[in-house]
């Protein structure tokens, strides 16, 4: 009995963590396509092929796929912006979101 409420935490926890994950990738997905747009390209794939980023693997960020870090650095510096503009209000939406939900 012991060895299904452990399992069960396990399951609950993954579940948590994974839901995290996929909300953060899709809400870094939409930053990356809010600010291509800032920048004035109507298109994913135009941005992309002008910073030498591949089209198909740039679509994927702006879907909230899964993004290594180089990579992700590499998108910030083609949107020319700092870190901290790129993450700016990034825990405060997850916040309001979260109440909202309520």
């Keep these: ?3 299904v409420h452990i399992h069960l935490i396990e399951i609950c926890y993954m579940t948590s963590y ?3 994950i996929e909300d953060n990738l899709a809400r870094l997905g939409m930053r990356i396509k809010e600010l291509r747009k ?3 390209y109507k298109n994913y794939e135009q941005f992309a092929f002008e910073h030498r980023i591949s089209r198909s693997q740039y679509g994927r960020y ?3 796929q899964d993004i290594r870090f180089s990579s992700l650095c590499k998108v910030i510096k083609a949107l ?3 870190f901290d503009e790129f993450f700016e ?3 405060k939406e997850k ?3 979260m109440q909202e939900e309520k």
Aim: glycine share 14%; proline share 0%.
């Design 95 to 97: 916040h309001t979101d």
């Design 89 to 91: 209000g990034f825990e």
């Design 62 to 64: 702006e879907k909230g």
């Design 80 to 82: 020319e912006v700092s």
């Design 18 to 20: 994974d839901e995290y």
């Design 1 to 3: 009995m012991v060895a």
């Design 38 to 40: 800032a920048k004035g």
